[in-house]
């Protein structure tokens, strides 16, 4: 027996669980043939019932009977519904900007085409190490009128007692299940469970990794509260002092008395709703109240449509799910957003961006191994024959070429040799970057409320057309954000049409995550005079409630900009600085309009 | 488009990234059809280079070419040859007690037929994390005449300098990177690189979960030394003092001044050989300094030999493997370990046992559903077609009958549907275990020093002939012990034909990791009158050099047990206990003949 790749014989013996990676876009048409059906299907029906038992096994069914029979509708009679991970189907995924991972799945949407998940009002409550939602390779998906939460939250949440120097006391409520145990506190899914400590155990652990200070009252980020990123722990330095207080021995923290301190996971393995290479995928009247990792991720997709959707924590809690709300990477069609509400959040409402590879190697006139860079990029294969590319400068990010691949062969999660139909552009150096240039999405960001979430609200790094209006802002960054860098995120971004209008910021920047209202920024380090990253940007007819003289627009790099009919209004929400800042900060820009006048750009 | 099956369809999408699912054994016999070929290649033609450069991509190459000309061996120039992960192949595997995950391989050793390593004297150095050798669905392979180490070990070493009630000071050298910070002691790649903290940093941390002291004079594990296992956590609470010295702030620890605290890793991701559904498998003359896990891991394989071979430490560790030497799961035909020398492992010389699954549901007169149950068991399929299995009562651990395998159908790693070709037993319940009966390998262990490590010397688990003679066992544990339970390691044990003689049992017993020298244990709680799970073993001939009056031999529900001409010395080693135990501790056993006469058994 003699084989021509190892690999390839390998994968012959793949059985039983299923490694997906991604690949470009495919879109699947509702085929002509099949006959038209409306059929629905019942979940109670399959022994989907309410209460407390563990669903997972009977929704399989049901969702087996959906796709034998076409059905296009699975509906939940009204109820709280339980789902365990112990008989889930479990794939390997790779999600960009969360984890990757061999996955237990609820609801393993793969290949489904035309087919509406309608909750009825009902509560779907996840348990344990769990993804709820997985649409891969389907097309026409309709998630509505439910809500997603989790028995266990993956983060944690304590009232803060006490502070000093050396330390900080904190008090758990049940709903937060830990332990304390040779100088550790370590969240757990039970406190009463506890097998023999051996040389192999594990136990249910919820790790964290992160700290940060929501304020109690207000249910917002505490007032310039800082975070604490915890570099490869999963527990925290502690002692037990007994009632539910334990004594965090981490020096030179900060945080106000009766304050709650929201421990964070140290991973984003278990976002809400992933979804991959599909198109048309909308939700209607959803309400996520937790996910360990992003709301919703769609990737490499066409067509996502949120509307009449809340994020927002359940039972008191300060979080909501433990990063962004929404998050889209390289897909095309549209994106829209319209008439949600996105609080609590442990990071962005939303990004919308493009990923560069960079360039790790020339090995040829027209061949390059290409490396992803972020390790929460990994897996993300978006480089297939006939996809065009453009090539980036690393510390310019000017793009100075395209070509069209004919070849790519991946090394391993990380790396991948690209062959191109043409030689390269001479100038191609290792470090330059390259992303794939696609059919943009169009983006409508309209009716939103977005408020007491860490950092920014949204992230504008599409070059489709972009029209964000008649949204509400309260962010403890800024409201929006354009950026773009090749060194750092890898995020491909540089918005080529975007309107921003009707909406209202109020109180915005009352934490450390941003210098502007409105910050059009873009990682340039090198040409900054010809650069122009961000171009054609409108911002009208919007009201601007500021506690500080802070920066309203903050412009770097960016070619056409028009600032008209603002209105600034005054506040006392939170204490001023007593620095005023510019109201404008433009520089490297050109044709730039601010009420009407032509801003003349000294650093250009 | 519709899908019977949505995971099949998904399997089709797999691309580039290779998941290997453990299923019943497949012997590769060479093909008779091929040209007797005996082809040398040496990977100095492909580039690969002693000195200091990543020669895993030229090796793949090298590899390739001994694919495609059916090449018998492959040499490497006497040097020191280093391995980098960066460009190397990557598969999800599930390696029997030792961690899961999407590993990279150094040497990917998929379907080979027929090949020799031959190191000719080389030291191979692994970085970061990176899995050495894979050899899986390949026969007929040796490894030859070459060392084992990594550039940063996946354990870290302190020297104690003071200990009191609250904590405990230790020294590092710079062999063993780390950091401290907020109140956390992480172990690292490299002390001087460090990105930008965010939510989505990493870094390269070397998770520790386990501290053990160890004699420096001795080279050895502390006298009576005990386990402190850390559930749940990567790094420990500490300060640093400066001068590479830190402060663990863990009460309680015990520890001498000028002893080394030994830091385990809190993984075993990175078994040195992992031998997966492979055949005719031999080592001679490897020296494995260190992995990541066990040092060689064989499962489902046929015939393994390793004759000369060194586990040993190197640059004055007091740790070479951070697991079990070696440890033999679900294997056939022969294991041979001759004349080699296994110290200073985190963990046994060696164990050769089956797994157990546990029922978890009768789900029809000839189907249920089975769980494997040990973490690190997760994904070893041995359930398939045509394999006949034991049911074994969960408490008694009584085999109570047997059937054939029809149809198996994974859930997920942890469940599995099985059919089989008549009706279970009527006795079967929930609870009850079930494993593979197989060409059960003869088993022969001559001629190795086993001494220092953690632990045991020998676990004996295996029904084939078992033979264990001149060797000797310098062991703080039990020298022999012999297991098998179905309710926390589920591991399949029971021998039927053993022999123990000529082998010098110098000192053991000089930690915490056993009740006798030879201990004959299993984890019967039930029906312990009836119950004989390890049965026929003759000890003789054997030397026990002991520094106490401890128990020479346990022996617990055994059937057929002779002990003849064994000699025992006293030493002055270490201290003795003052309160001596009986020579002979016989509980629930038949047929045990010690020194001629029948043991009678009041415990019956």
Redesign the interface.
Known sequence: ????N??S???L?????????L?APRH?VA?ES?APQTHTINVADFGVIPGGKDCTRELKNA??AC??K?AKRLVFPKGQYHFLP???????LFVS?ND?G?K?MAF??????DLTIDGQGSEFIFHGFLNPFVV??ASKITFENFSVDFDRTFHSEGVILAVDNEGMNVRFSEQFPYKV????L?F?AHENE?G????????D?Y?SG?LLEFDTAKRETAFMAK????????????KDLGGRVVRL???KLAGKIGNTMVFGPNH?NYPGFIITRSSDVSFENITLHHSGGMGILGQLSHNIRVNNCKVTPSHGRMLSTT?DATHFVNCTGYIRLTNNLFENQK?DATNIHGIYVQVAEILAPNEILVQLK???QH?F?FLSPKVEVEFVRGKSMITFGTATVTKAV??????TRVTFDKPLPKELVVGDALAALRDYPEVTIAGNTIRNNRARGMLLNCRGKTVVENNYFHTPGAAILFEGDSF?WFEQGGVRDCVIRNNVFENCLFGVWGKAVIDVKAGIREDKDKSRYNRNILIENNTFKAFDDYTLLLAYCVDGLTWRNNKVEKTTAYPASGTPSKRFDISYSDNVVIDGEVFKDASN
């Not at 027996?1 to 021509?4: L, T």
């Not at 112990?86 to 390997?92: L, N, Q, R, V």
């Open positions: 027996m003699k084989f021509e190892c690999l014989f390998a994968l013996l793949c059985v039983g669980i299923v490694v997906i990676t690949t699947l085929s099949l969702l087996a796709r034998a076409g112990d008989h889930a189907d479990e794939a390997y900007n990757e061999l237990r393993p949407l793969f290949g489904f085409e891969q390779d145990s040779k100088g550790l370590t757990v506890n023999p400590l051996t040389s192999v155990s594990k136990g652990i790790g992160h975070d604490y990123f915890f570099n490869g722990t999963l527990s925290y330095p502690a021995m981490i020096p984003r990063a990071d972020h390790r929460q897996g294969d991946r090394e391993n999660k990380e790396f750092f």
